[in-house]
């Protein structure tokens, strides 16, 4: 009787937290529409401006671990901070949030190693390549940037080395390097993922500001500081927020930074 409420609770949960980002989307007029990649469906949310330049925001992991300290039956995030992001985007622009293995769903329950030690996997990254492939060609953009929030930042570095028409990546409390990051925390590696370094000499060339949070202790600026040195580079800026944490308003700095891309 105890394991049947907790199930039926954490199906309430669930369908509270798709019908958040739902909601949102539709309230922002961002449409949606699942995408079937080789490997998975990954719901996506878009506006369409018809414009030659797009934007398309990544996802953080979602709910990894349970109020339980267990590991969550579904990854749906409790906020859905890139729709967040994309929504105080005011620019007439194209914009795209592409989402995580199994966010946003309710339709089986998959290996959870997709948002566990598999969360940055070839499999993981290989989808999302092909969602914003699916994109450029329903959309017809010539050119993109990237915005990611946390865990959403890896991804967004691991998929930069096959689009040659990026022209910035922009993260917000981004995990850039989580092999340092669970090391720092000294928690399980992620050892089914890929990891962002791999991609160093392109990465290197690509313009990049992360905006971190001087109270953020999950993704902290010494983190970033650390991934700018690997690089070596001057293009990457670290740029501190002060008094932000992992899970503060970053839609608000967010749009603080749209009026001076203008």
Not at 152 to 158: D, I, K, P, T
Request: aromatic share 12%; hydrophobic share 35%; glycine share 4%.
């Amino acid at each position: 009787m105890i394991f049947t409420a907790l199930f039926l609770f954490g199906c309430s949960s669930d369908q509270v937290r798709i019908t958040k980002a739902f909601g949102l989307a539709e309230n922002n007029q961002y449409r949606p529409l699942v995408v079937k990649t080789s490997t998975f469906p990954l719901q996506i949310f878009y506006k369409d401006y018809h414009s030659k330049h797009a934007v398309i925001y990544f996802e953080g992991d979602g709910l990894v671990i349970n109020k339980y300290g267990e590991v969550a039956i579904n990854p749906t995030p409790t906020d859905p901070m890139a729709i967040r992001l994309a929504s105080v985007d005011s620019r007439n622009l194209t914009k795209v949030v592409i989402t995580r293995p199994y966010h946003y769903t309710k339709d089986h329950i998959p290996d959870p190693k997709y948002w566990t030690t598999a969360r940055y996997s070839t499999e993981v990254i290989q989808a999302t390549i092909e969602a914003i492939q699916f994109c450029q060609q329903k959309f017809h953009f010539e050119t993109v940037e990237f915005v990611a929030y946390s865990g959403g930042a890896s991804v967004a570095l691991l998929v930069a080395a096959k689009f040659k028409n990026l022209q910035r990546i922009i993260t917000f409390a981004g995990n850039l390097d989580h092999s340092q990051w669970t090391h720092y925390h000294q928690t399980q590696p992620l050892s089914l993922s890929l990891n962002p370094l791999e991609n160093r000499e392109k990465l290197r060339e690509i313009p990049q500001i992360h905006f971190l949070g001087t109270e953020d202790a999950n993704t902290t600026i010494d983190l970033g500081l650390q991934y700018k040195q690997k690089l070596g580079s001057e293009k990457i800026c670290i740029i501190p927020i002060k008094g932000f944490e992992h899970d503060s308003n970053w839609p608000d700095i967010w749009k603080e930074q749209i009026v001076k891309l203008k």
